[in-house]
T-cell receptor, first 110, second 119 residues
Framework: QKEVEQNSGPLSVPEGAIASLNCTYS??????FFWYRQYSGKSPELIMF????GDKEDGRFTAQLNKASQYVSLLIRDSQPSDSATYLC??????????FGKGTHLIIQP | EAQVTQNPRYLITVTGKKLTVTCSQN?????MSWYRQDPGLGLRQIYY???????DKGDVPEGYKVSRKEKRNFPLILESPSPNQTSLYFC??????????????????FGNGTRLTVT
């Protein structure tokens, strides 16, 4: 059974600070990892994906992958109130598609 | 505009009355999938399809059917809906996972969702 674990939160971060979101995964065969942002009642939207060990940066977002520790993280710099949402971590290892974590609820306090 | 289109957005029905939720994508994606999302349980895959006439069960397939007669369409069928199928449903599509010694999955593109209530 493939599992992706996330702390459900809520994670409260002051505006302008760095938000750090984490997830762990059970399937060592997973090679592709994705972070989605989801506003209440809306569909998930892709923030970043990462395939290789290390860091990947895109604007205010940095994804980090450590395959040895089976750990994925997302850093959001200069957090804005509009970043308040649920963040879903997903891992993929083949034909049966992505396994999603239950999401971390992030609140950015003005 | 590249998109995944689901219909209807909202649906209220009664136990046992057959329904179909449609899903269509215009990106020529081979891979399509249905998820349901419930509070505290996250997104769970119902069925997926690798191509026309190729479908397979996900994690929670009981009570659902799908078909893939055309590449762009992947309808979700509830033959006899029950209240425990009340949920938020998402259709998604992407290109096929690739194999180069290890699998690489591409990001999923999601539809806008269908909120289903079965009374």
């Amino acid at each position: 059974q493939k599992e992706v674990e996330q702390n459900s939160g809520p994670l409260s971060v002051p505006e302008g600070a760095i938000a750090s979101l984490n997830c762990t995964y059970s399937d060592r065969g997973s090679q592709s990892f994705f972070w989605y942002r989801q506003y209440s009642g809306k569909s998930p939207e892709l923030i970043m994906f990462i395939y290789s060990n290390g860091d990947k940066e895109d604007g205010r977002f940095t994804a980090q992958l450590n395959k040895a520790s089976q750990y994925v993280s997302l850093l959001i710099r200069d957090s804005q109130p509009s970043d308040s949402a649920t963040y879903l971590c997903a891992g993929g290892g083949g034909a049966d598609g992505l396994t999603f974590g239950k999401g971390t609820h992030l609140i950015i306090q003005p | 505009e590249a998109q995944v289109t689901q219909n209807p957005r909202y649906l209220i029905t009664v136990t046992g009355k057959k329904l179909t939720v449609t899903c269509s994508q215009n990106m020529n994606h081979e891979y399509m999938s249905w998820y349901r999302q419930d509070p505290g349980l996250g997104l769970r895959q119902i069925y997926y399809s690798m191509n026309v006439e190729v479908t397979d069960k996900g994690d929670v397939p009981e009570g659902y059917k799908v078909s893939r007669k055309e590449k762009r369409n992947f309808p979700l069928i509830l033959e006899s809906p029950s209240p425990n199928q009340t949920s938020l449903y998402f259709c998604a599509s992407t290109i096929l996972p690739s194999w180069t010694g290890t699998w690489t999955n591409s990001p999923l593109h999601f539809g806008n969702g269908t909120r289903l209530t079965v009374t």
